[in-house]
Protein backbone atom coordinates (compact mmCIF):
# COMPACT_ATOMS: atom_id res chain seq x y z
CA UNK A 1 0.00 0.00 0.00
CA UNK A 2 1.31 3.53 -0.94
CA UNK A 3 2.33 6.03 1.56
CA UNK A 4 1.63 9.79 1.99
CA UNK A 5 3.98 10.13 4.96
CA UNK A 6 7.23 8.88 5.43
CA UNK A 7 8.29 8.93 9.06
CA UNK A 8 11.52 8.82 10.07
CA UNK A 9 11.89 7.40 14.04
CA UNK A 10 14.87 6.17 16.71
CA UNK A 11 16.35 6.27 19.67
CA UNK A 12 18.19 9.90 20.70
CA UNK A 13 21.23 10.31 19.06
CA UNK A 14 20.98 8.33 16.31
CA UNK A 15 21.43 11.21 13.53
CA UNK A 16 17.43 11.12 12.90
CA UNK A 17 17.20 14.96 11.71
CA UNK A 18 20.15 15.06 9.72
CA UNK A 19 19.40 11.94 8.16
CA UNK A 20 15.91 12.74 7.39
CA UNK A 21 16.81 16.03 5.96
CA UNK A 22 19.16 14.58 3.66
CA UNK A 23 15.91 12.00 2.01
CA UNK A 24 13.76 15.34 2.09
CA UNK A 25 15.84 17.09 -0.22
CA UNK A 26 15.85 14.24 -2.68
CA UNK A 27 12.39 14.04 -2.62
CA UNK A 28 11.28 17.41 -2.52
CA UNK A 29 9.31 17.06 0.98
CA UNK A 30 9.35 19.50 4.36
CA UNK A 31 10.21 18.00 7.75
CA UNK A 32 7.25 17.96 10.78
CA UNK A 33 9.18 17.15 13.85
CA UNK A 34 7.94 14.62 16.10
CA UNK A 35 9.73 16.12 19.19
CA UNK A 36 7.37 17.13 22.02
CA UNK A 37 10.15 19.71 23.45
CA UNK A 38 11.01 21.55 20.27
CA UNK A 39 8.07 22.92 19.97
CA UNK A 40 9.19 25.31 22.50
CA UNK A 41 11.12 28.55 21.66
CA UNK A 42 14.80 29.29 23.16
CA UNK A 43 15.34 25.83 24.28
CA UNK A 44 17.73 25.15 20.86
CA UNK A 45 20.81 22.96 22.48
CA UNK A 46 19.14 20.93 24.88
CA UNK A 47 16.45 19.73 22.89
CA UNK A 48 18.56 19.30 20.04
CA UNK A 49 17.01 21.25 17.01
CA UNK A 50 20.93 21.63 15.06
CA UNK A 51 18.70 23.97 12.83
CA UNK A 52 21.81 24.82 10.29
CA UNK A 53 21.28 20.68 9.39
CA UNK A 54 18.03 21.70 7.93
CA UNK A 55 20.29 23.41 4.95
CA UNK A 56 22.11 21.32 2.45
CA UNK A 57 24.09 23.54 0.22
CA UNK A 58 22.35 26.45 -0.42
CA UNK A 59 18.61 25.21 -0.47
CA UNK A 60 16.84 25.50 3.29
CA UNK A 61 14.42 22.36 3.78
CA UNK A 62 11.72 23.42 5.39
CA UNK A 63 10.35 22.59 8.60
CA UNK A 64 7.17 22.13 11.01
CA UNK A 65 6.44 22.28 14.54
CA UNK A 66 9.67 23.87 15.62
CA UNK A 67 10.03 27.15 17.69
CA UNK A 68 6.29 27.70 18.46
CA UNK A 69 5.04 27.83 21.83
CA UNK A 70 6.70 29.80 24.85
CA UNK A 71 8.06 27.35 26.95
CA UNK A 72 5.90 28.48 29.70
CA UNK A 73 2.50 27.55 28.01
CA UNK A 74 1.45 24.18 28.26
CA UNK A 75 1.53 21.41 24.71
CA UNK A 76 0.04 18.44 24.53
CA UNK A 77 -0.85 15.78 22.48
CA UNK A 78 -4.09 17.31 21.15
CA UNK A 79 -2.50 20.10 20.05
CA UNK A 80 0.14 18.20 18.47
CA UNK A 81 -2.07 16.12 15.98
CA UNK A 82 -3.99 19.45 15.30
CA UNK A 83 -1.05 21.42 14.19
CA UNK A 84 0.61 18.01 12.39
CA UNK A 85 -2.67 17.68 10.31
CA UNK A 86 -2.51 21.28 9.20
CA UNK A 87 0.91 20.82 7.70
CA UNK A 88 0.79 17.70 6.95
CA UNK A 89 -1.85 19.60 4.20
CA UNK A 90 0.01 22.04 3.74
CA UNK A 91 3.04 19.83 2.36
CA UNK A 92 1.04 17.33 0.34
CA UNK A 93 -0.93 20.70 -0.87
CA UNK A 94 2.54 21.62 -2.97
CA UNK A 95 2.77 18.14 -4.36
CA UNK A 96 5.48 17.79 -1.32
CA UNK A 97 6.09 14.80 0.39
CA UNK A 98 6.02 15.37 4.66
CA UNK A 99 8.56 13.54 6.42
CA UNK A 100 7.34 13.04 9.96
CA UNK A 101 10.71 12.77 11.84
CA UNK A 102 11.42 12.00 16.05
CA UNK A 103 11.96 9.98 18.94
CA UNK A 104 8.90 11.13 20.97
CA UNK A 105 6.65 7.88 20.83
CA UNK A 106 3.31 9.08 21.86
CA UNK A 107 3.47 11.80 19.35
CA UNK A 108 4.43 9.57 16.85
CA UNK A 109 1.97 6.44 17.66
CA UNK A 110 -0.82 9.26 17.55
CA UNK A 111 -0.30 10.19 14.29
CA UNK A 112 0.56 6.21 12.81
CA UNK A 113 -1.72 4.84 14.53
CA UNK A 114 -4.40 7.64 14.55
CA UNK A 115 -5.25 7.91 17.99
CA UNK A 116 -8.71 9.07 18.83
CA UNK A 117 -8.39 11.93 20.75
CA UNK A 118 -10.79 13.93 22.60
CA UNK A 119 -11.36 17.65 23.22
CA UNK A 120 -11.81 18.74 26.69
CA UNK A 121 -12.61 21.83 28.81
CA UNK A 122 -10.45 22.39 31.49
CA UNK A 123 -12.22 25.69 32.53
CA UNK A 124 -15.71 23.51 33.34
CA UNK A 125 -16.90 22.98 36.73
CA UNK A 126 -16.03 20.09 36.64
CA UNK A 127 -11.88 20.64 37.69
CA UNK A 128 -12.87 21.96 40.84
CA UNK A 129 -15.13 18.32 41.92
CA UNK A 130 -12.20 16.48 40.74
CA UNK A 131 -9.85 18.78 42.86
CA UNK A 132 -11.71 17.71 45.90
CA UNK A 133 -10.43 14.15 45.09
CA UNK A 134 -7.46 12.69 46.55
CA UNK A 135 -4.61 11.51 44.51
CA UNK A 136 -5.42 8.00 45.00
CA UNK A 137 -9.14 8.36 44.24
CA UNK A 138 -7.81 10.39 41.02
CA UNK A 139 -5.75 7.39 39.94
CA UNK A 140 -8.08 4.62 40.45
CA UNK A 141 -10.90 7.05 38.33
CA UNK A 142 -8.29 7.66 35.65
CA UNK A 143 -7.16 3.92 35.38
CA UNK A 144 -11.06 3.07 35.41
CA UNK A 145 -11.69 5.50 32.40
CA UNK A 146 -8.86 4.46 30.68
CA UNK A 147 -7.01 1.04 31.80
CA UNK A 148 -3.73 1.25 29.57
CA UNK A 149 -2.71 5.35 30.36
CA UNK A 150 -0.33 6.64 27.33
CA UNK A 151 1.36 8.37 29.68
CA UNK A 152 2.49 7.01 33.13
CA UNK A 153 3.31 10.27 34.60
CA UNK A 154 -0.15 11.22 34.46
CA UNK A 155 -0.77 9.20 37.18
CA UNK A 156 1.81 11.09 39.13
CA UNK A 157 0.59 14.77 39.34
CA UNK A 158 -2.06 15.52 39.99
CA UNK A 159 -3.13 18.29 37.42
CA UNK A 160 -2.06 15.80 34.63
CA UNK A 161 -4.85 13.45 36.15
CA UNK A 162 -7.33 15.53 36.11
CA UNK A 163 -6.86 17.21 32.89
CA UNK A 164 -6.34 13.06 31.40
CA UNK A 165 -10.11 12.81 33.39
CA UNK A 166 -11.15 15.61 31.74
CA UNK A 167 -10.29 14.27 28.47
CA UNK A 168 -11.46 10.90 29.27
CA UNK A 169 -14.65 11.70 30.21
CA UNK A 170 -15.18 14.54 27.04
CA UNK A 171 -17.87 13.20 24.15
CA UNK A 172 -16.61 16.09 21.64
CA UNK A 173 -14.22 14.09 19.95
CA UNK A 174 -11.70 15.82 17.72
CA UNK A 175 -12.15 17.06 13.98
CA UNK A 176 -11.75 14.13 11.70
CA UNK A 177 -8.72 13.15 10.42
CA UNK A 178 -8.01 11.49 6.89
CA UNK A 179 -6.39 8.11 8.05
CA UNK A 180 -2.95 8.39 6.54
CA UNK A 181 -0.94 5.52 5.89
CA UNK A 182 2.97 6.22 6.81
CA UNK A 183 6.07 3.96 5.13
CA UNK A 184 7.85 3.73 8.69
CA UNK A 185 11.98 3.87 8.90
CA UNK A 186 14.14 3.23 11.44
CA UNK A 187 17.16 3.66 12.62
CA UNK A 188 19.13 1.33 14.42
CA UNK A 189 22.64 1.07 16.09
CA UNK A 190 24.23 -1.29 18.53
CA UNK A 191 23.87 0.01 22.03
CA UNK A 192 27.31 0.53 22.71
CA UNK A 193 27.65 2.96 19.53
CA UNK A 194 24.33 4.44 21.00
CA UNK A 195 26.24 5.23 24.56
CA UNK A 196 28.78 6.77 22.93
CA UNK A 197 27.17 8.85 20.80
CA UNK A 198 24.91 9.65 23.44
CA UNK A 199 27.93 10.78 25.92
CA UNK A 200 30.25 12.89 23.57
CA UNK A 201 26.98 14.94 22.41
CA UNK A 202 26.11 15.61 25.52
CA UNK A 203 29.80 16.91 26.27
CA UNK A 204 29.55 18.94 22.93
CA UNK A 205 26.16 20.60 24.31
CA UNK A 206 27.43 21.54 27.34
CA UNK A 207 30.61 22.93 25.65
CA UNK A 208 28.19 24.89 22.93
CA UNK A 209 26.26 26.65 26.25
CA UNK A 210 23.64 24.53 27.26
CA UNK A 211 24.40 25.34 30.51
CA UNK A 212 23.66 29.26 29.93
CA UNK A 213 20.62 28.46 27.98
CA UNK A 214 18.98 26.99 31.35
CA UNK A 215 19.99 30.03 33.19
CA UNK A 216 18.58 32.57 30.36
CA UNK A 217 15.17 30.58 30.58
CA UNK A 218 15.49 30.91 34.33
CA UNK A 219 16.24 34.20 34.13
CA UNK A 220 13.81 35.42 31.56
CA UNK A 221 10.67 34.32 33.95
CA UNK A 222 10.55 30.88 33.68
CA UNK A 223 10.30 28.93 36.98
CA UNK A 224 12.37 26.29 38.11
CA UNK A 225 9.34 24.07 38.59
CA UNK A 226 8.66 24.14 35.01
CA UNK A 227 12.47 24.16 33.74
CA UNK A 228 12.12 20.70 36.31
CA UNK A 229 9.46 20.12 34.05
CA UNK A 230 11.04 19.48 30.85
CA UNK A 231 12.81 16.80 31.87
CA UNK A 232 16.49 15.57 31.23
CA UNK A 233 19.05 18.44 30.38
CA UNK A 234 16.68 21.07 31.75
CA UNK A 235 16.40 19.10 34.87
CA UNK A 236 19.52 18.38 35.61
CA UNK A 237 21.26 21.44 34.94
CA UNK A 238 18.60 23.23 36.72
CA UNK A 239 19.22 21.17 39.66
CA UNK A 240 23.01 22.32 39.12
CA UNK A 241 22.08 25.64 38.93
CA UNK A 242 20.39 25.51 42.05
CA UNK A 243 23.45 24.43 44.02
CA UNK A 244 21.77 21.21 44.10
CA UNK A 245 24.03 18.74 42.29
CA UNK A 246 27.97 19.00 42.01
CA UNK A 247 28.74 19.96 38.17
CA UNK A 248 30.29 16.07 38.08
CA UNK A 249 27.26 14.85 39.51
CA UNK A 250 24.96 16.76 36.58
CA UNK A 251 26.97 15.35 34.20
CA UNK A 252 27.10 12.21 35.34
CA UNK A 253 23.35 11.50 36.11
CA UNK A 254 22.47 13.68 33.12
CA UNK A 255 24.54 11.11 30.97
CA UNK A 256 22.92 8.44 33.05
CA UNK A 257 19.30 9.71 32.71
CA UNK A 258 19.86 10.28 28.56
CA UNK A 259 20.63 6.82 28.35
CA UNK A 260 17.84 5.56 30.29
CA UNK A 261 15.81 7.50 28.00
CA UNK A 262 17.25 5.67 25.07
CA UNK A 263 16.05 2.44 26.05
CA UNK A 264 12.53 4.03 26.90
CA UNK A 265 12.12 4.60 23.27
CA UNK A 266 12.50 1.66 21.92
CA UNK A 267 11.12 0.00 24.48
CA UNK A 268 8.20 2.22 22.79
CA UNK A 269 9.12 1.28 19.22
CA UNK A 270 9.04 -2.58 19.53
CA UNK A 271 5.32 -1.93 21.66
CA UNK A 272 4.27 0.28 18.17
CA UNK A 273 5.27 -3.23 16.14
CA UNK A 274 3.81 -5.78 18.65
CA UNK A 275 0.85 -3.50 17.90
CA UNK A 276 0.80 -4.01 14.13
CA UNK A 277 2.84 -1.05 12.83
CA UNK A 278 5.62 -1.93 10.19
CA UNK A 279 8.99 -0.39 11.07
CA UNK A 280 11.66 -0.70 8.47
CA UNK A 281 14.89 -1.18 10.66
CA UNK A 282 17.68 0.18 9.10
CA UNK A 283 21.63 -0.23 9.81
CA UNK A 284 22.22 3.04 11.04
CA UNK A 285 21.47 5.79 8.38
CA UNK A 286 21.84 3.81 5.52
CA UNK A 287 20.60 6.42 2.83
CA UNK A 288 20.63 3.70 0.07
CA UNK A 289 18.87 1.22 2.24
CA UNK A 290 16.24 4.19 2.67
CA UNK A 291 16.19 5.26 -0.92
CA UNK A 292 15.20 1.87 -1.86
CA UNK A 293 12.44 1.60 0.28
CA UNK A 294 11.30 5.19 -0.37
CA UNK A 295 11.06 4.33 -4.15
CA UNK A 296 9.10 1.31 -4.13
CA UNK A 297 6.60 3.05 -1.90
CA UNK A 298 6.51 5.82 -4.52
CA UNK A 299 6.59 3.50 -7.07
CA UNK A 300 2.74 2.08 -5.86
CA UNK A 301 1.51 5.38 -5.49
Request: charged fraction near 25%; glycine fraction near 6%.
Amino acid sequence: MSSKLITILGPTATGKTKFAVKLAHKYNGEIISADSRQVYIGMNIGTGKDLSDYKIGSKQIAYHLIDIIHPSKEFNLFRFKELFSKSFLDITSKNKIPFLVGGTGLYLSSIIQNYNLKKADFNSDRVSELNALSLDELQKHLLHLSPNVHVKKDLLSKSRMIKAILVEESKETIQEFPKINSLVLGIKMNRDEIRKRITERLKKRLEEGMIDEVKNLLNTGITYERIIAFGLEYKFIAMYLNAELSYDDMFQKLNTAIHQFAKRQMTWFRKMEREGVKINWLNGTDFEAACNLIDKNLSTV
